[in-house]
């Protein structure tokens, strides 16, 4: 009995295809004919694995990147010049929303200068795109795992692809890490803090589209919110083959990654977030914390006198609760309505979602030389959304969420303290409460503030959050923890 391999062109999808080859007798061997026909009929059963291979959408295959509906972006340059706008009071500056003479100038960049074509075949080309179907819905990821091993496909048990590889070719203990984005962010958020993974060798890296953003389908059902985003990636990174993995986020992401944490502390073995959505510390763990959270929300001038990031992350509370929060309140309970006019207005979708990024990154909105992004980077934030058509789809976590009540589930349970939590305190991050105030929640491993940047860091801060979570994740406390894990010692 011998056996001969071969391995599929499915899209690229390191799918290895087995096909046994029985050599007969010695007397069967001397039967030209028989053995064509046996050629014959294992050429037709490879060629039938091939076919469900094709049509099995929980394989992963490989994704080339495009706009889902061409005729969209055949009338963009028409509608972009045919676009009315609105008046405004000159002395307002930003305090309105987004300034309307900052709005023109990324009309014009985006009308005469911006180049999606140009911008999509660089992101397939410089990024491993890929798809498979995952609690019921095609999710979009980008991967970058060069230890991948190919896996027999064309029977039950296809489709993983993690590999057994633990260690990199300098012997360093190489670890899955799941990078999720929040709204209105998108996979390219952490386009270059991607690169910049790569080149450390470290990480085999998944960085999925959340369902109803950008290239992943969106969910047909109510109640999709935030439980249901975390078991959905944490099934990905399952059915993908890694078993044990790491998790990232900011914004929605962050609650994302903590949701993970806390409903599946066994696989799930650290967190890092910069963004940290909490409660004050309960009244029976905690009472002087408690009652120093209470008075400090109301004077944090005096109660914070000598912490000035803690102060700045009260009076960032209240300003998000008074001037930033209505977004919020509007995307989750009429997400429709809003929809209907940013789906069909690729100004007003710009506008929306512009005025997020200008106002919460660390930058002045009014002078572009001060913005950390460029404004091509921007546009194609924009025109992930736009391209996709997804605007609507993306605002519903909110109202999942809300209407759900997982936000209030997420925060009234505390992560498992076998889960390190890492946390990267960026200056100008929206929501941000005290360390006092987490430590009552989770097991903070890892506390650094940096001086600049805002609630985009990876987008923002490239270098320094890349340097920030590999420094945290390769601490000797959580590659201790896979390797225990990884060989069945309990820890």
């Not at 972006?73 to 509608?79: D, G, I, N, Q, V």
């Not at 690169?195 to 990480?203: A, E, I, T, V």
């Not at 736009?386 to 609507?392: G, V």
Request: aromatic letters at 12%; a negative charge.
């Amino acid at each position: 009995m011998s056996t001969t391999s071969h391995t599929s062109s499915l899209e690229g999808s390191f799918i290895s295809v087995n096909g046994k080859f029985s050599m007969g007798s010695t007397h069967e061997q001397h039967h030209p004919h028989h053995q064509q026909q046996q050629e014959e009929e294992e050429e037709e059963e490879k060629k039938e694995n091939d076919e469900k291979l094709a049509v099995d959408p929980t394989v992963p295959r490989r994704l080339e990147l495009s706009a889902r509906d061409t005729k969209l972006l055949s009338t963009l340059e028409t509608r972009l010049s045919e676009t009315q706008y609105p008046d405004q009071i000159e002395s307002a500056g930003w305090s309105y929303g987004m300034e309307s003479n900052t709005l023109k100038m990324l009309v014009q960049e985006w009308k005469h200068h911006y180049d999606w074509q140009k911008e999509l075949s660089q992101l397939n080309q410089d990024y491993e795109h890929w798809t498979c179907r995952v609690n019921g819905l095609d999710i979009h990821y980008v991967r970058h795992d060069p230890w991948a091993e190919p896996v027999e496909a064309g029977g039950e048990e296809a489709g993983p692809y993690g590999g057994k590889r633990t260690v990199n070719d300098k012997g360093e203990i190489i670890m899955p890490l799941l990078l999720i984005h929040g709204w209105p962010g998108t996979w390219y958020e952490f386009g270059k803090a991607i690169q910049l993974l790569k080149k450390r060798g470290r990480f085999q890296i998944i960085v999925p589209s959340l369902p109803g953003f950008g290239w992943s389908q969106a969910p047909t059902q109510k109640k999709f919110g935030v439980r249901a985003m975390a078991k959905t990636l944490h099934e990905l990174m399952q059915h993908l083959g890694y078993k044990y993995y790491l998790a990232q986020g900011g914004d929605w992401g962050a609650i994302i990654s903590r949701t993970i944490a806390t409903l599946y502390p066994e696989h799930c073995l650290a967190i890092h977030i910069n963004m940290l959505p909490c409660l004050p510390p309960r009244l029976w763990t905690r009472p002087f914390q408690f009652v120093k959270a209470v008075t400090g929300f109301l004077l944090p001038s005096i109660v914070y006198k000598k912490n000035p990031r803690e102060q700045t992350s009260m009076n960032s509370l209240k300003l998000y609760a008074v001037e930033e929060g209505a977004y919020f309140f509007l995307q989750s309970t009429k997400p429709q309505t809003l929809g209907h006019a940013l789906h069909d207005s690729p100004v007003g979708l710009l506008s929306w979602l512009g005025e997020k990024y200008l106002s919460w990154a660390d930058l002045d909105p009014l002078k572009p030389e001060t913005w950390p992004f460029t404004k091509t980077e921007l546009l194609t934030q924009v025109m992930i959304y736009h391209s996709t058509q997804t605007i609507t789809s993306s605002m519903r976590i909110y109202y999942e969420t809300y209407h759900n009540r997982d936000l209030d589930w997420t925060l009234r349970h505390p992560v498992p303290q076998s889960v390190p939590v890492g946390v990267g305190v960026w200056n100008k991050e929206l929501f941000m409460v005290p360390k006092a105030w987490a430590d009552d929640w989770m097991n903070i491993a890892s506390w650094h503030e940096f001086p600049k940047g805002g609630h985009f860091a990876a987008f923002e801060r490239p270098v320094e959050f890349e340097k920030e979570i590999t420094e945290y994740f390769t601490r000797e406390q959580i590659l201790d923890l896979f390797t225990a894990k990884r060989h069945g010692i309990k820890v």
